[in-house]
């Protein structure tokens, strides 16, 4: 058995995480064990290896924080899920390793055919452009969205999930290499960063300026974004990809009345109850299944791969998520 391990934090994402051997461990009652299927690498486990994301485990610590697995051993007591059982992995449990020990209880049944590598990116990005399109703005079939970071894993599923709710969507990216990914996933409107962002936005919809807006550059980004809103509409940043504080400007703060507000996944599920958590997993689960919401991979590693696949998923102009298959054969 193995694991993705890391001792320290530094600049080199990849420098300090290594794969290790570990025991077979001996469940206790009300446990099972999980042989883990795939697990992805996000922005926000880059951010943890360097120590500046907002949430850090104790060290030594072992990477991931989502993946999927599926049920291989009970412990006494456990009745479900079965042995065989494809589940979701619990957050943050360490999900880069060849096998996880957790809590009977704690885990949620997913489809045993749907694609493992799509079921495993389901903790963090989908319910987090889920919850961008409906927890700011109540927002009509018809309406425009306009994001940045649009070819982002976040990006692909607000514009899959914008369209089977009827919204429209402006896709922002920072080099023209990635339009052509991000409308294959159905955007409505791609464009390229610019001073001159606002303009070719108006043009695009007809006039028509969003209500909403989601962030995830920061710095300069943030204000060209807010420009393109109507008065009285709302910005959300969850992320800043350019390492930069959001910049935006008294027009667009005090003369537009727009609102800035952020957004981060782990207080949401520090704060929704058990009933609105199964409620965005069902729907996401049930997407994925049914073959309605993806995303791309760019490509996969084993955990003996793991510095090359931090790495890779540290990299800029990649398209798709960056894959742990640690059991693969």
Same mark, same amino acid.
């Given at each position: 058995? !193995?694991?993705? $391990? ?6 080199? =994402? ?15 009652? *009300?446990?099972?064990l999980i ?62 390793? +060849?096998?996880?020990?957790? +809590?009977? *209880?704690?885990?949620v049944?997913?489809?045993?055919? @749907?694609?493992p ?16 399109? +409906? ?16 070819n ?24 023209? +290499? ?23 936005? !108006?043009?695009?919809?007809? *006039?028509?300026? =969003? ?17 393109? !809103? ?18 935006? @400007?008294? !027009?667009?703060?005090v003369?537009?009345?727009? $609102? ?43 955990l003996?791969?793991?510095?090359? @696949?931090?790495?890779?998923a ?16």
């Amino acid at each position: 058995m !193995l694991k993705a $391990q890391y001792n320290a934090r530094g600049p080199v =994402p990849e420098a300090s995480i290594e794969a290790v051997s570990f025991e077979k461990p001996v469940l206790d009652s *009300g446990q099972v064990l999980i042989e883990v299927l795939a697990a992805p690498i996000n922005p926000s486990d880059v951010l943890t290896l360097t120590g500046e994301y907002g949430m850090l485990p104790p060290l030594p610590a072992v990477g991931g924080n989502e993946g999927v697995g599926r049920v291989v051993e009970q412990g006494a007591g456990v009745d479900a899920p079965a042995v065989g059982q494809t589940v979701l992995l619990p957050v943050g449990c360490g999900t880069w390793a +060849s096998h996880v020990v957790a +809590s009977a *209880g704690e885990l949620v049944p997913l489809p045993n055919d @749907a694609d493992p590598q799509q079921l495993a990116m389901m903790t963090v990005n989908p319910p987090t452009a889920s919850l961008l399109l +409906s927890e700011f703005v109540d927002l009509a079939a018809g309406d425009w969205v306009i994001q940045n970071a649009a070819n982002s894993g976040v990006g692909g599923y607000l514009i899959q999930l914008a369209r089977l709710r009827g919204y429209k969507t402006v896709n922002v990216v920072r080099r023209e +290499s990635a339009v052509a990914a991000v409308e294959a996933e159905g955007a409505d409107v791609v464009l390229v960063d610019g001073d001159d962002l606002r303009q070719r936005v !108006l043009e695009a919809t007809g *006039g028509e300026m =969003p209500r909403l807006a989601i962030d995830a550059v920061g710095g300069a980004a943030t204000d060209r974004i807010a420009a393109c !809103l109507g008065e009285g509409g709302i910005l959300v940043n969850y992320g800043a990809m350019s390492r930069e504080p959001c910049q935006i @400007a008294p !027009l667009n703060l005090v003369f537009k009345d727009i $609102q800035v507000k952020g957004f981060w996944l782990a207080r949401w599920f520090q704060q929704a109850s058990a009933e609105q958590k199964m409620k965005v997993f069902g729907e996401v689960a049930g997407l994925i299944a049914a073959g309605k919401l993806h995303a791309r991979v760019a490509a996969s590693f084993s955990l003996e791969q793991i510095k090359e @696949a931090v790495a890779a998923a540290a990299a800029g102009e990649r398209e798709g998520k960056v894959m742990v298959v640690p059991n693969r054969s």
